[in-house]
């Protein structure tokens, strides 16, 4: 059984196109986050969410919004895409969100817009 | 500046040489210290945490240094199945995400 698993794996698309990721864990985890990694292979925070709400959101553009139905799940849709956008995109979970815990991490999402 | 900074390689070594891996954080507030592991295309995983009084598991050491906010790995005996990028993460007190370096590449060679 796959801890985190997001959906898909690949996802090439057009530049204006509107896409989504999925992202559940079966860890029993409260908090999931969604991190992006560019070209330059740095890993960064783009929000996280504690048992459904919202905990950070590091600036970023209000194209990007993520939906969390329950503490299981976290998907992330964006809007109008642009050639920027092209990166990985990797959800995570951890118990409780605690500084101290473990974070484990999805496959990664490759999203390549042209 | 970066609130983590890590040299980012690549270290090219043969196999069986002993490598260190240096990084450091800048600030002070950041409350526990991981290193992570992250294979050419696949998601980063906890290589181990590092704590306070120094901690080794099998041929890996880490250390920290508070006073000059200063986190280090050793490798001992390198394996080819060693060769990944090292990430080195911390976590501020309070805060739910996990800020992470750019990664060392390590290369080990035959």
């Known amino acids: 059984d796959t801890a985190v698993s997001q959906t898909p794996k690949y996802l090439v698309t057009q530049m204006g196109n509107d896409k989504s990721i999925k992202c559940e864990q079966n860890?029993?985890?409260?908090?999931m986050y969604w991190y992006k990694q560019d070209s330059k292979k740095f890993l960064k925070i783009m929000f996280s969410?504690?048992?459904?709400?919202?905990?950070i959101n590091e600036t970023v553009p209000n194209r990007f919004s993520p939906k969390s139905p329950d503490k299981a799940h976290l998907n992330l849709h964006i809007n109008s895409l642009e050639l920027g956008d092209s990166a990985v995109y990797f959800c995570?979970?951890?118990?409780?969100?605690?500084?101290?815990?473990?974070?484990?991490f999805g496959q990664g999402t490759r999203l390549t817009v042209v | 500046r970066k609130e983590v900074e890590q040299d980012p390689g690549p270290f090219n070594v043969p196999e069986g040489a002993t490598v260190a891996f240096n990084c450091t954080y800048s600030n002070s507030a950041s409350q526990s210290f991981f290193w992570y592991r992250q294979d050419c295309r696949k998601e980063p995983k906890l290589l181990m945490s590092?704590?306070?009084s120094g901690n080794e598991d099998g041929r890996f050491t880490a250390q920290l240094n508070r006073a000059s906010q200063y986190i280090s790995l050793l490798i001992r005996d390198s394996k080819l199945s060693d060769s990944a990028t090292y990430l080195c993460v911390v976590n501020q007190a309070g805060r739910r995400a996990l800020t992470f370096g750019s990664g060392t590449r390590l290369q080990v060679q035959p």
């Open positions: 860890l029993g985890h409260d908090t």
């Open positions: 969410y504690n048992n459904k709400e919202l905990i």
């Open positions: 590092v704590y306070s």
């Open positions: 995570a979970s951890s118990p409780s969100g605690g500084a101290n815990t473990e974070a484990f």
